[in-house]
């Protein structure tokens, strides 16, 4: 019935659409039409069997299309920071942003007076291949959890201040005996005050994998300065495309540059999975002496600043490895190959995306991956449920032991796997033919292994000190925003504006999570090259009230990367970054860093040279090249938050100084997301004073004019 109704309705259309002719059609049977239709139904229906076959066919391409970059990649260069924010022009190339920018390596910084917060810019990484952008980053001190959540967080614990410091009676005795606790730790001496349970070391990482969850957005990690700016995956794909587009930028830093990938083809049709990255934070289990860190010449970096090696490491732009051991004599140690290191022993201490706790034997391929260093029997399976890099496979058929190495060209990487569905699992088919004795079949056995895995790198380790918990003043602490009766930056309902400043009326009244300022000024040294009356911004304490209601100057007690000088004891650096490099893993970076640890020590290396160097003579080294730091006094006004720079100038800028000159466009550090450009003079005093930032005769954000010399 409806074929014919159907016929007819093609009739007349058909009909309409031709000039008049004398010979009408012969109208076709309702049989035929069937036929037709049948027939065109059919020729349909392998048409889009040949459009599925070819969909399915162009997916898998796209899929081996991602494989293939990642394998280029992957052989380019290894696990590891590629690439940092680029914030200025130079005339040499290592002068613009490479790993590090003109201030900090990854763009690390301050956020002192946060409670929990580590500043990290934003970073180019590759990690397994799979290159990416982050936000910028400004994690927070968390570890993972010891249940199965996905991403699951709490919050590390920070270390007692030592009983001896409490059981001083007055502020001035504590702080006198906090500076002993400091010495010890800085001068890694245990003998007298055991500072190993006081000051705790934190190894931060970097973890990222491919994530199924391809339809709503996931913000990386928790922030409280940071999250994407975007409603969707779909949606930051456009504003990262927007912004490249055009070389622009979120001003806010708050894009990530997150690929897709088809991970698998199902029958034809692609499942997508998203990538995905976090920083987190673990506790180690045991004292790590500092000792067990060298610090790596970046020369790039040092060229930046004229910075001579002794200078180097109390600057942001220091990058460290870990050594393979803690050396019993750091003069007489050699750099060697190792299978299982320190910094093995560490990441293998982290969990991967099942949390602590989990186990996870890997056999896939029918060999069972075992510890390295598990040498009697029962062999002791590496536990891939956490970070590991290398394991041993035993063949059964004298074939011997092998140990291998993760990854073919990229030593930088750790792998840990899951069983968290949340991340994209690929599966593969072993087959085994061989042919039973019993019934004389030959049987073709297969088995079905599936696995999850993540990759994770390190990324800096932080000593927590007692300052998180020493409270000598007994400030009322608020965890939440503070509220205008504590900070307020305007007057608040009884008329008063608390923004730190000395005075009663000024003070803030308590501290709170983001005003986390605790740590009695006294504890840090006067700096020198500032009048007395300088002393206090120099330092940059704020006032608190006490609960006596008596104003107290102190210093903020958040994450530092290098605290301030502390009387008797000198500068002591918390933060030791050490993420690896993408470049490690270049050839031509491999052949560089054997010529410069050549240069750098002719005489250690003479006999390597083709032709015996001349020395080189003293006599030539230009002093006037000397490199001195300034820094810009903190500033509390809010936005942009509380936040100081440095910046650095040479013995000559100093000398034309001296003549009066003024030396100008000097770029600080980033700090708050920002730097100036500072002209600056020498005043009647001697003293460093602005004489311009950023072409106005005060910066926008409200520093202190007059500059300390640090070094
Ligand atoms: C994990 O499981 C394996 C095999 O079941 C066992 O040999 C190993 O001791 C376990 N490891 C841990 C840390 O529990
Ligand atoms: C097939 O191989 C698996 C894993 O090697 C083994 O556990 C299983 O017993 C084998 N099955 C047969 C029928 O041989
Ligand atoms: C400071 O805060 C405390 C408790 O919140 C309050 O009792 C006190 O009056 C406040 N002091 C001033 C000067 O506002
Ligand atoms: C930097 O190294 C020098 C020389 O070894 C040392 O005296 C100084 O204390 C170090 N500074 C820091 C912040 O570790």
């Not at 934070?281 to 002794?310: Q, W, Y």
């Not at 956490?386 to 011997?400: C, L, P, Q, S």
């Not at 030959?442 to 918990?469: D, G």
């Not at 010529?595 to 030539?620: D, G, I, Q, W």
Request: hydrophobic share 30%; aromatic share 10%.
């Amino acid at each position: 019935m409806f074929l014919c109704t159907l016929a007819a309705l093609f009739a007349v259309t058909w009909g309409a659409h031709q000039h008049p002719t004398t010979t009408t059609p012969i109208p076709k049977t309702d049989h035929e039409l069937i036929q037709d239709l049948l027939a065109e139904n059919a020729a349909l229906r392998g048409r889009l069997g040949t459009m599925e076959q070819g969909v399915g066919d162009l997916s898998r391409q796209v899929m081996l299309q991602q494989l293939f970059v990642e394998e280029r990649i992957r052989s380019d260069g290894s696990s590891g920071l590629k690439q940092v924010r680029n914030q200025q022009s130079g005339e040499r190339s290592y002068l613009t942003a490479d790993y590090a920018t003109m201030g900090s390596v990854a763009g690390i910084h301050e956020h002192i007076n946060n409670i929990r917060t580590v500043g990290m810019g934003e970073l180019n990484v590759v990690l397994n291949g799979v290159e990416f952008r982050t936000r910028h980053n400004d994690y927070r001190l968390y570890m993972p959890t010891t249940d199965r959540t996905y991403n699951g967080r709490r919050e590390i614990p920070f270390p007692d201040v030592p009983p001896a410091v409490l059981a001083k009676l007055t502020v001035a005795e504590q702080v006198e005996e906090m500076k002993e606790w400091f010495k010890a730790f800085k001068m890694q001496d245990h003998s007298v005050r055991d500072y190993r349970k006081y000051f705790k070391p934190v190894l931060c990482y970097m973890e990222g994998g491919w994530t199924t969850n391809t339809k709503t957005l996931e913000e990386p990690f928790f922030s409280d300065r940071h999250h994407i700016d975007a409603s969707s995956w779909f949606d930051l794909q456009d504003k990262v495309r927007f912004a490249s587009y055009s070389g622009g930028k979120s001003s806010l830093e708050n894009f990530a540059y997150l690929p897709t990938t088809i991970i698998n083809v199902v029958n034809g049709t692609p499942e997508y999975a998203q990538w995905n990255y976090r920083i987190m934070c673990h506790p180690l289990k045991n004292d790590l002496p500092t000792s067990a860190f060298e610090m790596i010449d970046d020369v790039g970096e040092r060229m930046k600043k004229g910075m001579p090696m002794s200078r180097y490491n109390e600057t942001r732009l220091a990058r460290f490895q870990l050594r393979r051991q803690i050396p019993t004599n750091r003069n007489s140690y050699i750099p060697r190959t190792y299978l299982w290191g320190l910094l093995d022993d560490l990441m293998y201490e982290i969990p991967g995306k099942d949390n602590y706790g989990a186990n996870i034997t890997d056999d896939s391929l029918g060999l069972t991956m075992y510890h390295v260093n598990s040498n009697t029997e029962p062999l002791e399976p590496v536990n891939t449920a956490y970070y590991n890099r290398m394991y041993k496979i035993v063949e059964k058929d004298a074939m011997g032991n092998k140990n291998v190495h993760r990854g073919f060209s990229d030593s930088n990487f750790f792998a840990a796997q899951t069983s968290n569905p949340r991340i994209a699992a690929l599966s593969v088919d072993t087959c085994k033919d061989y042919r039973d004795h019993k019934t004389h079949h030959n049987v073709h056995n297969c088995t079905h292994y599936s696995q999850r895995y993540t990759w994770a790198i390190p990324l800096e380790i932080i000593y927590l000190t007692p300052l998180y918990e020493w409270n000598p003043h007994n400030f009322r602490h608020t965890t939440a925003s503070g509220g205008p009766e504590i900070y307020s930056t305007t007057h608040n309902s009884q008329g008063q504006v608390r923004n730190g400043k000395l005075d009663a009326d000024h003070a803030y009244n308590g501290t709170w999570d983001k005003g986390f300022y605790r740590t009695p000024i006294e504890l840090f040294s006067t700096t020198k090259a500032v009048g007395a009356d300088r002393a206090d911004t120099a330092k940059a304490s704020v006032g608190v009230l006490d609960p006596h209601g008596v104003v107290q100057k102190v210093a903020a007690s958040g994450t530092h990367i290098i605290l301030p000088n502390i009387e008797g004891v000198g500068k002591v650096r918390t933060r030791y970054p050490i993420m690896p490099v993408h470049a490690d893993g270049e050839q031509s970076r491999k052949e560089l860093d054997a010529l410069k640890e050549m240069v750098m020590n002719m005489a250690k290396y003479s006999s390597l040279f083709e032709v015996e160097p001349t020395t080189v003579s003293n006599a030539n080294t230009q002093y006037n090249q000397q490199p001195h730091m300034l820094k810009v006094t903190p500033t509390t006004q809010d936005p942009p938050g509380y936040h100081g720079h440095d910046l650095m100038i040479t013995q000559a800028d100093i000398e034309d100084m001296k003549k009066g000159q003024t030396v100008r466009g000097i770029l600080t550090t980033t700090d708050q997301q920002h730097q100036h450009s500072i002209d600056i003079h020498m005043d009647a005093h001697g003293q460093y004073v602005m004489a311009a930032c950023d072409g106005l005769p005060r910066c926008w954000d409200g520093h202190d004019t007059h500059l300390t010399l640090d070094f």
